[in-house]
């Protein structure tokens, strides 16, 4: 045997060893520290030097998390360098000013985890009665910022985000992508007890074929949202409900089956809305809202100028106009900043030809 292999069997050398990593890792968290104070009185000064200007900088923070992720060398995964640095910038910025971040509540939907996931920790957050509530709360100033549902990829568009884009002055800054995984949770215990399952009708959609095969003869209760659902469960000892894990932990429920949505990938698509939108940060998307004249052709000539421009579209929604029968608008999202070349000419060419035309933002596109 060699002689390292004999040191590493020695219960003293492990012991030395050990003693030596912890010390090391001590070393290593006081400079840590030592670091993030430096940090934080970064922030501070930036914050003098920005004045009365908008403290929170989309396009800014995008950047640096990029710019970390591709720099990381491991060992920790890089939705853990996400975690982490997204957690020290929004420590930081609230050295500046705490922001005021409102979600379609209450406490525990996937709304607030969206919020989260976006912010960080460190701003007050603000649940809100409705999407309409969390528009006129960001327009009347006493917001800083909104988060609200756009799509899902199961369900689709959520129709009452898109009206209120058209008709609020805001501008999207910034995107959220929500992985959903649904669970089960309740005080029964077990499945063959439930009775009732509480849950928003788009969650009881998205579980419904697991619904079927586990729970066929429990009745389906759809209510307002999930986090209200959990607070049913609590108090009712046959019921279940299908939420996310911060409502099984709001309000104390015991999670009796994991990610039981029938879509794996399933995932919601939620948009940062505010008083401006965002610089470019180097990967941005763009959206637009927009109507073609009603004549033959009219759709196909209305897009031309952004192939002609290689501007790559992501997304065309078509909604129900409210001011005719059979009149539409159209949703539009593109890859690139209104600021870019390409993408500036082409909406200039864009906007010649439309009827209408309403520029929803740019912002960094989300990173997943």
Not at 200 to 215: K, P, R
Request: aromatic share 6%; net charge negative; glycine share 8%.
């Amino acid at each position: 045997m060699e002689a390292s292999e004999k040191a590493t069997e020695d219960p003293a050398w492990r012991e030395r060893e050990l003693i030596a990593v912890r010390q090391r890792i001590d070393a290593i968290d006081a400079e840590i520290l030592r670091l993030l104070s430096e940090r934080g009185e970064c922030a501070r000064r930036i914050g003098a030097l920005k004045g009365e200007g908008v403290i929170y900088r989309p396009e800014r923070e995008a950047d640096v998390l990029r710019r970390l992720i591709a720099a990381n060398p491991g060992p920790l995964p890089n939705e853990a360098v996400r975690v982490i640095f997204r957690e020290v910038m929004s420590a930081c910025l609230a050295l500046e000013q705490p922001l005021q971040v409102g979600f379609l509540g209450p406490w525990g939907t996937f709304s607030e985890m969206a919020a989260r996931k976006h912010f960080g920790s460190a701003p007050h957050f603000h649940p809100m009665t409705t999407i309409d509530e969390v528009f006129r709360e960001v327009e009347a100033g006493n917001l800083d910022y909104g988060v609200v549902p756009i799509e899902n990829s199961a369900e689709g568009a959520v129709g009452v985000t898109h009206d209120l884009l058209l008709l609020h002055p805001l501008k999207i800054c910034g995107e959220a992508l929500l992985r959903v995984h649904q669970h089960l949770m309740g005080q029964v215990p077990s499945l063959r007890a439930v009775k009732r399952v509480y849950s928003h009708a788009q969650s009881l959609a998205q579980c419904h074929e697991w619904l079927n095969l586990h729970l066929p003869d429990a009745a389906r209760i759809p209510v307002g949202s999930n986090a209200e659902a959990a607070r049913m469960a609590a108090e009712d000892p046959d019921g279940a409900a299908i939420a996310g894990a911060a409502a099984a932990e709001r309000y104390g429920l015991p999670i009796l089956a994991h990610n039981i949505e029938d879509d794996p990938n399933n995932t919601t698509r939620f948009l940062v809305i505010a008083k401006h939108d965002a610089g470019p940060s180097g990967k941005d998307k763009t959206s637009l809202v927009c109507s073609a004249p009603n004549r033959p052709g009219a759709m196909h000539r209305l897009l031309e100028p952004l192939a002609k421009h290689g501007v790559s579209m992501t997304k065309l929604q078509s909604r129900p106009a409210k001011g005719g029968l059979w009149e539409y608008v159209f949703f539009i999202d593109i890859e690139g900043h209104q600021s870019d070349p390409e993408v500036a000419q082409a909406l200039a060419e864009l906007e010649e030809r439309a009827a209408f035309v309403k520029r929803l933002g740019s912002y960094p596109a989300a990173i997943a």
